[in-house]
C-alpha cells in the first residue's frame, strides 16, 4: 500500500516515468486460477499500473509468464549467475556436487543450474510433495445441490482422485553433495523432507539454494535442526533476524546488478547486457 500510495502521489505530481525496484514480487506464487480462486498476482499487477507505475525492476518471478500480467515494461533480472558463482568459490569439491530438484515442477530450473556447472541433475518425486494445484481454496463447488423436481443435470463423469507414489529420487545421489534449487524458500517442511531422503540415499552434504529467502515462522529452528547444512539466499528480502537465530543461512548480495539496471534506466543505455546469456528456461 506504502508503495501504491507513493506512486500515485508522484502521478498526481506529474512526473513523467514512475519506475518500482521491487526485487520479491509478492504474491507471485498465486498467479494461477486454483478452483475458482482469484488470480492475485494479476490484481496486484492491475493496482501498480493504475497507481502509476510505468516500470518494474523485479528478480526472479515465481513464474516468467507473470510479466504478461502487466501493461508496461517489466524487467525480470537473474540471481542464478551471483548463486552459482556461489557454488563454484564457497562450496569445497563443487565438482562432486549433483544438483537436485525437490519436486518435478522444479526440474527446469534445477536443470538449468546443472547445465552451466556441467554437473549431474536428480529430481525428487513422491507423497512428501504437495501439489499447489490441490490446495482447497475455502469454498465448496458445485455448491449443495436443492432439491428441485425439475431438470436434474447432466451426469458428468468423475475425475479421479490424484494419487502420489512413494517418495523416490529419480538420480544417483550417493556419496556426493546434493544442492537443492529453488525461487522461494519460505515454509522449509519440504525442503526438510528432502534433505532427510537425500540424506538416506547417500549424499553427505546437503545445501539449498534459492533467491527470495523469506524464512518465515519457525524456519530458522527447523533448519537449524535439520539435516541441511547450509541455506544460501540473495538479500532481496531482509533476514537478518533469521540468520541470527540460524547460523547456516548465509547471504549472497545482488545488489550489483540492481543498482547497474537502475543506472541504465536512468541514462536511457540498453538493458541487454544484463541478460546476457540467458534463455527462457533460466
Same mark, same amino acid.
Given at each position: ?18 519506475? %518500482?525496484? /521491487? ?51 517489466? $524487467? ?22 549433483? /544438483? ?9 530450473? *534445477?536443470?538449468?543450474? *546443472?547445465? &552451466?556447472? #556441467?554437473? %549431474? ?17 475455502? &469454498? ?7 432439491? +428441485?423436481?425439475?431438470? +436434474? %443435470? ?6 479421479? *482422485?490424484?494419487?502420489?507414489? =512413494? ?5 544417483? @545421489?550417493?556419496? &556426493? /553433495? ?11 517442511? $519440504? ?9 538416506? #540415499? ?8 534459492? +533467491? ?5 515462522? $519457525?524456519? =530458522? ?5 535439520? *539435516? /541441511? $547444512?547450509? @541455506? ?30 537502475? &543506472? #541504465? ?10 541478460? #546476457?546469456?540467458?534463455? @527462457?528456461?533460466?
Amino acid at each position: 500500500m506504502e508503495l501504491l500510495v507513493m506512486a500515485y502521489a508522484l502521478k498526481t505530481s506529474c512526473a513523467k516515468n514512475i519506475i %518500482g525496484v /521491487i526485487p520479491y514480487f509478492p504474491y507471485s506464487k498465486q498467479c494461477k486460477m486454483r478452483k475458482r480462486g482469484s488470480i492475485v498476482c494479476k490484481l496486484l499487477a492491475s493496482m501498480l499500473a493504475k497507481a502509476g507505475l510505468t516500470h518494474i525492476i523485479t528478480m526472479d518471478l515465481h513464474q516468467k509468464e507473470i510479466q504478461g500480467f502487466f501493461s508496461f515494461p517489466v $524487467d525480470n533480472l537473474r540471481a542464478s549467475p551471483f548463486l552459482i558463482q556461489y557454488i563454484q568459490e564457497e562450496i569445497p569439491l563443487y565438482r562432486n556436487a549433483i /544438483i537436485v530438484a525437490k519436486s518435478p515442477a522444479a526440474a527446469k530450473r *534445477a536443470q538449468s543450474y *546443472a547445465e &552451466r556447472l #556441467r554437473l %549431474g541433475l536428480a529430481v525428487i518425486h513422491g507423497e512428501a510433495q504437495c501439489s499447489e494445484s490441490d490446495m482447497a481454496d475455502g &469454498r465448496h463447488s458445485p455448491p449443495c445441490v436443492r432439491n +428441485t423436481t425439475g431438470h +436434474t %443435470g447432466l451426469e458428468l463423469p468423475l475425475m479421479m *482422485a490424484k494419487e502420489k507414489p =512413494p517418495i523416490t529420487v529419480v538420480g544417483d @545421489v550417493g556419496e &556426493r /553433495i546434493a544442492i537443492i534449487v529453488d525461487d522461494i524458500i519460505d515454509d522449509v517442511g $519440504d525442503f526438510v523432507a528432502a534433505a532427510e531422503i537425500l540424506k538416506e #540415499r547417500g549424499a553427505y552434504k546437503i545445501y539449498i539454494m534459492a +533467491t527470495h529467502g523469506l524464512l518465515s515462522a $519457525d524456519a =530458522p529452528r527447523l533448519i537449524e535442526e535439520s *539435516a /541441511i $547444512d547450509e @541455506v544460501v539466499v540473495t538479500n532481496t528480502v531482509p533476514h537478518e533476524v533469521q540468520k541470527l537465530q540460524c547460523p547456516k543461512i548465509k547471504t549472497v548480495d545482488v545488489s550489483m546488478i540492481l543498482a547497474e539496471a537502475i &543506472r #541504465r534506466i536512468h541514462n536511457g543505455e540498453s538493458m541487454a547486457y544484463l541478460f #546476457r546469456n540467458i534463455t @527462457v528456461d533460466d
